[in-house]
């Protein structure tokens, strides 16, 4: 977000605890603080816009959007597609009914220790309800003037999730450990979105002074997982082969979707979130969402992680030993 900012020379105030590894921006003034004790550090201030990226609490986002009320035009605030209460349709749009919380889920999450990075995995099952209700509450204090950013699946740099990432990876790696256990049909959608197609857009819809909410994602039906794992091997020039191993089998096996096999779902076992790869971003297409190619992010995120984390384990992906069993076992029952 803000090299995409600063591309289109905007001033930036940085405002966070100082925990998360950030680029070297020198040119950027930094607030050092946590928004859940020092939001004082923002008052006597004035900006045209903020972006709230990690806002999953709705008492936390209220009390921001209170102390910057009156700083600020426009509050933009970063969600999620999680939001939706029912993903088990297709082509669900910005119409479509948001999840709720009871209040003991609310209670909760309110317990929950978020002092470390907080992240979707933090509050589990209520992580949409929550961001639903900070939609709310920041419409609330604010009104017509939230915008309010649906993501789906974001990928690239920085992507500490690494659900996109290990394939990039492992890829890159070939054969070298064998071949790559490639999960379930692979004329299966699925939706992401480059983390610079999401800010650069951001940025253009905060200088066009827009508001309302948008889903932000990759196009439906346009990308399968084949064709996501075959421009991987082209980008890393790999010598990967991959095998196709159904849903039954992981399933049977206990495979965890997403973290041992990112952006799997099991097609059977998962009725309630069939909807999930198949998000309608039409009026975000419409106010200026593009695409850039699967080859750049495939290319720039290899090169991220071989220039700045190759060492670091990746969050997600399944262990190459356990991934060889698992393909022998699949060899020997076909
Ligand atoms: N990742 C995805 O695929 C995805 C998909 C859909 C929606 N989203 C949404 O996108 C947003 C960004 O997610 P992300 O995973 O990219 O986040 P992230 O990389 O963890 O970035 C969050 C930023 O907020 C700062 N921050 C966190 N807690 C803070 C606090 N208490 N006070 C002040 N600053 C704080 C962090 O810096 P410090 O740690 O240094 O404070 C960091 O700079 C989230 O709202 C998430 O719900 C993400």
Redesign the pocket.
């Known amino acids: 977000m803000v090299t995409a900012a600063l591309a289109r020379n905007h001033e930036i105030t940085?405002?966070?605890?100082?925990?998360?590894?950030?680029a070297a921006l020198t040119s950027v003034e930094t607030l050092?603080?946590?928004?859940?004790s020092?939001l004082a550090k923002l008052q006597g201030r004035r900006w045209d816009a903020v972006v709230?990226?990690?806002?999953?609490l709705p008492r936390?986002v209220r009390a921001s959007v209170q102390v910057l009320s009156h700083s600020v035009d426009r509050y933009v605030?970063?969600?999620?597609?999680?939001v939706y209460a029912d993903v088990s349709v297709f082509g669900i749009d910005e119409t479509a009914p948001i999840a709720g919380l009871t209040s003991e889920q609310l209670k909760k999450a309110n317990e929950i220790d978020?002092?470390?990075?907080?992240?979707?995995v933090t509050y589990g099952e209520m992580?949409g309800g929550l961001?639903a209700l900070c939609e709310q509450a920041a419409e609330e204090v604010l009104p017509n003037r939230v915008l309010i950013?649906?993501?789906?699946?974001?990928?690239g740099s920085?992507?500490?999730?690494a659900?996109f990432t290990y394939w990039v990876e492992r890829i890159a790696r070939g054969n070298e450990v064998g071949e790559v256990l490639a999960p379930g049909r692979p004329d299966r959608y699925i939706q992401?979105?480059d983390?610079r197609d999401l800010a650069e857009w951001t940025v253009r819809m905060i200088e066009r002074k827009e508001t309302g909410v948008y889903n932000a994602n990759g196009l439906p039906n346009s990308l399968t997982m084949e064709r996501a794992l075959e421009e991987c091997k082209i980008v890393s020039d790999s010598d990967a082969s991959f095998t196709w191993v159904s849903d039954n089998f992981l399933t049977q096996e206990r495979v965890a979707p997403w973290s041992e096999m990112p952006f799997w779902m099991p097609e059977e076992g998962a009725p309630h979130l069939k909807g999930f790869m198949f998000i309608n971003c039409n009026k975000a297409v419409g106010s200026g969402l593009s695409f850039r190619h699967l080859n750049e992010t495939i290319t720039d995120t290899l090169t991220w992680r071989e220039t700045n984390r190759l060492n670091e384990k990746l969050k997600a992906g399944i262990d190459p030993d356990k991934e060889q069993g698992l393909l022998r076992k699949w060899h020997e029952t076909q």
């Open positions: 940085l405002f966070n605890r100082g925990k998360h590894p950030s050092y603080g946590d928004r859940n020092d709230d990226t990690c806002g999953y936390t605030f970063i969600s999620s597609l999680s978020s002092s470390g990075q907080a992240s979707a992580y961001k950013i649906r993501p789906g699946l974001i990928v920085y992507d500490y999730t659900r992401l979105i983390v």
